[in-house]
């Protein structure tokens, strides 16, 4: 399920998507000073999934135009982005970078195997992120579209504006309309 | 009473404790009453020393009046300034040494004869420092060398102990012989055998036999001092030697040494023109060098400081090359700098190799290894030893604010001036040697911060380092030695105003108003190139470090905080083995200068053996012989052996044919007879 024909180009926006975007980067804009960083945590994925988070920074979706980035450093994020049927070696790890992450913090869980429809709990997996990490957002799919993706960070991002009521990091509030 | 009294009652004590120790070395209160005549001699030496710096030289005396039966000759004694920095030296190592001892070893026969062997040795060196004439000389270096001899061999049922042993032994030997060329070559010229009558008539010999008594004297001093390549024996003697026996070969004998090399080029016999300096400073140079390249790749905790002592007797030697060369080129002032500096440096040497080393020793005691990669962690267990280690080893790193520093600035700003010659060769080739000297200035660095970081940091990488306890541990002799190393640095401009007076004995240069003009402040021999104050930068350094504690202190975050766990990127736990270990932080310079190193490779993998395999264990090994044991060494004693063989058919052990010798010689008697 790669991105298809639907996806909309930069030239031929879909009113409601480009409205959509809009919104969501200022969202991010006003909540987060313009950068929402994502920590991706590969749990035991077969890395199809990680194939379509890199094209979320392709030219075709560049969600960094949206203000979010990814980083390596679990201090620097606020969203734990995790794929993977989360393999028990793997459990104490994520819930090290999970700890690592400071709060405000939210966590999406990504395709099929995290959501636990692929792989059984056995003594090797868990087979369900929710098992180890408190999950706030699904995305479904095998993999899930670069869109799916975008959307599921969109749900993120309210899920973490409705954790950080009221909280800004920045003192002028009129950025978003600056870039517009 | 003057400063070589004193040197008597240190005498009489050593005397006094060696007789103790042999008798009644073999229970504890005969050990610690042993090792406390041995601390007062100490004391008594430093106090002398110190007083000599002071009150200058004393007469030259012959107790005993002409011909002494024990020497052979004369037995004349002085007590030089220059001489009393290492009788003060001698000294405080001394007292160190015997408050360590009673704690380190064990009574026992072997213990009786070690200590009989120590204090024979503090005396053998004391009179090779209070001797006024060649044979003295000549008898005290031996006698010491024989007596240091018996304190390698302490263990000597050991692996390699014999063969250290007998390296230092063989070496010694070597350069003893050069060492009474020399003094024959200037005997024989100036029809002297005190050294003050030989300084005094040294015009009377000509420049070529002036620089042949030199050249001998450095490379027989060499063998002593270390100085590459005559330093093969210090690697080999100093791990296998007790704590306190190495402590004491590296803290002083070699210094004696340089004594000797000291002795020679600025009293004895000062040679016309610049090449014997350029020599002296070149051989330096090289030494320090190689010395710290070769300590960067040793596992081994003393072998490392073995080696760390020969860069730095090289570091000294560059010194006195340099004072050599400022002196052809009419630089009375930067030449006594520069001695002095060297001077300096000797002092401080001496104080942190010994502390070094005495921690060595309480390192291997209480985890039964000297390897640095079966260590780790001590810091936790060993806390108290862990901060003197630390301060011996900023000394020795010559970082700020310790002694170190104090000497190689000196050393440092007096090669700095070299465009003063005014010739632009030696120039190049002082500027040439400073650079060396910061090359190795930089390695020690590294040295040490793997020297002290892979045993005393991280997680003990074996059990026995983690039962490291430092309970009964002789603490007290080594933080004397950190305690001299700080005063070393807070005092220095006492110490350079002491200093300047040895070297004023020997150059003729009041150095002490041109050096310290405002007390606290040095200025290396010329007003308008560079000044300091070692006093000044220690209360700073503190200060520095006080603030940002006091700031924490008084403003300590008020907004709410979480403490989590360091970020550790998700291992789930630390494993010894994901530490650096000392050959991994060493690699760098192991990569980097394996043309020095020449290391013999070889890599087994199991697949090796089953083509089918891919994986399995992989047997990886590496080993140095060092280029001069290879290249000038091992074919000297091959070439030994080899005549040793081809001469053995003549003794075969068959009696017939010793028979048939006897025959022979009587036939050749008769027929002699008759002819």
């Known amino acids: ?180 | 009473m003057n400063p070589l009294d004193i040197g008597y009652i240190a005498a009489a004590a050593w005397i006094a404790a060696a007789l103790t120790g042999l008798l009644a070395g073999r229970t504890k209160p005969g050990l610690l009453a042993c090792c406390t005549l041995s601390g007062t001699g100490g004391a008594a030496a430093a106090a002398g020393g110190g007083w000599s710096l002071i009150s200058g030289e004393t007469p030259l005396v012959t107790p005993g009046g002409g011909a002494s039966t024990i020497t052979g000759g004369p037995l004349q004694l002085q007590m030089t300034p220059l001489a009393g920095v290492f009788v003060a030296l001698l000294g405080v190592v001394a007292v160190a040494i015997a408050l360590y001892a009673p704690r380190y070893h064990e009574p026992g026969r072997g213990t009786a004869v070690y200590l009989a062997a120590y204090n024979l040795a503090l005396l053998a060196c004391l009179a090779v420092l209070a001797a006024g004439g060649m044979v003295t000389f000549l008898v005290a270096w031996e006698t010491m060398s024989l007596t240091c001899y018996l304190l390698i061999l302490r263990r000597a049922r050991r692996d390699d102990v014999a063969r250290g042993a007998f390296w230092f032994l063989a070496l010694s030997e070597i350069g003893f012989l050069l060492v009474v060329a020399a003094f024959v070559i200037l005997a024989g010229k100036t029809h002297a055998t005190s050294l003050d009558a030989m300084a005094a008539r040294a015009h009377l010999v000509t420049g070529g036999w002036r620089a042949a008594a030199y050249l001998l004297a450095l490379a027989g001093f060499g063998f002593k001092a270390g100085l590459v390549p005559l330093h093969v024996w210090l690697p080999e003697a100093h791990p296998v030697a007790p704590a306190d026996g190495s402590a004491f070969l590296s803290g002083l004998v070699v210094k004696l040494g340089i004594y000797g090399i000291a002795l020679f080029a600025f009293r004895l016999a000062p040679v016309g023109g610049s090449w014997p300096g350029l020599v002296t400073m070149g051989a330096g140079a090289v030494t320090a060098a190689i010395g710290i390249l070769y300590a960067l790749r040793e596992r081994d905790i003393k072998r490392f400081l073995a080696y760390s002592t020969i860069e730095n007797a090289g570091i000294i030697v560059t010194a006195f090359g340099a004072a050599m060369i400022f002196h052809a080129y009419r630089q009375p002032a930067l030449a006594a700098f520069l001695l002095l500096a060297g001077l300096y440096h000797v002092a401080n040497h001496g104080c942190y190799k010994t502390l070094l080393f005495l921690e060595a020793g309480i390192v291997e005691h209480t985890t039964g290894t000297r390897d640095m990669d079966r260590l780790g962690g001590l810091v936790h267990r060993l806390p108290r030893s862990a901060v003197i280690t630390f301060a011996g080893t900023l000394g020795i790193a010559a970082l700020p604010p310790l002694n170190g520093f104090v000497s190689e600035w000196l050393i440092f700003q007096g090669l700095f001036q070299g465009f003063r010659t005014g010739s632009h060769l030696i120039a190049i080739g002082i500027v040439v040697a400073a650079a060396t000297l910061g090359l190795t200035g930089g390695l020690a660095i590294y040295a040490f911060v793997r020297g002290f970081g892979i045993p005393y940091l991280g997680m003990p990488r074996t059990r026995q380092a983690a039962a490291a306890r430092e309970t009964g541990q002789p603490i007290a002799g080594p933080a004397l030695l950190a305690v001299a190393c700080v005063a070393l640095t807070v005092g220095a401009p006492v110490m350079l105003a002491a200093l300047s007076r040895a070297t004023r004995t020997v150059t003729g240069v009041r150095l002490g108003p041109l050096l310290l003009p405002g007390k606290l402040t040095v200025i290396p021999a010329h007003a308008n190139f560079s000044a300091f104050s070692p006093t000044y930068l220690t209360v700073f350094l503190i200060a520095a470090c006080a603030v940002p504690l006091l700031i924490f202190l008084a403003g300590r975050p008020r907004a709410a905080s979480v403490s989590v766990p360091v970020w550790d990127g998700g291992i789930v736990s630390f494993k010894p083995r994901m530490q650096y270990s000392a050959m991994t932080f060493s690699a760098p310079i192991r990569v980097t200068f394996d043309a020095l190193y020449r290391p013999d490779v070889s890599v087994h993998r199991a697949s090796d053996d089953d083509p089918a395999g891919r994986s399995g264990p992989v047997h990886y090994e590496s080993q140095v012989t060092p280029i001069f044991e290879r290249y000038l060494y091992r074919p000297v004693i091959r070439a030994v052996e080899g005549l040793a063989d081809a001469i053995r058919p003549l003794q075969s052990g068959d009696v017939n044919l010793y028979l048939l010798y006897v025959f022979a010689m009587i036939l050749l008697a008769y027929l002699l007879g008759a002819v």
């Open chain 1, 1 to 180: 399920m790669s991105p298809s024909q639907d996806t909309p180009g930069q030239d031929t926006p879909g009113q409601d998507l480009s409205q959509a975007a809009r919104q969501l980067r200022d969202t991010i804009a006003v909540q987060f000073g313009r950068s929402l960083h994502i920590r991706t945590l590969d749990t035991g994925s077969c890395a199809v999934c990680e194939q379509e988070i890199r094209l979320l920074s392709a030219p075709h979706y560049d969600l960094h135009r949206l203000g979010f980035f990814f980083t390596p450093a679990p201090r620097h994020a606020d969203l734990l982005l995790v794929t993977g049927p989360m393999v028990r070696a793997f459990g104490e790890a994520a819930r090290k970078t999970y700890k690592a992450i400071p709060g405000p913090k939210v966590v999406m869980a990504t395709g099929a195997c995290a959501l636990g429809g692929v792989y059984p709990a056995d003594p090797f997996v868990h087979g369900n992120v929710g098992e180890v990490l408190p999950v706030d957002v699904w995305v479904p799919g095998c993999p899930p579209s670069p869109l799916a993706l975008l959307q599921g960070l969109g749900v993120a991002v309210g899920r973490l504006a409705e954790k950080t009521p009221g909280l800004t990091f920045i003192a002028g509030q009129d950025i978003a309309g600056g870039a517009g």
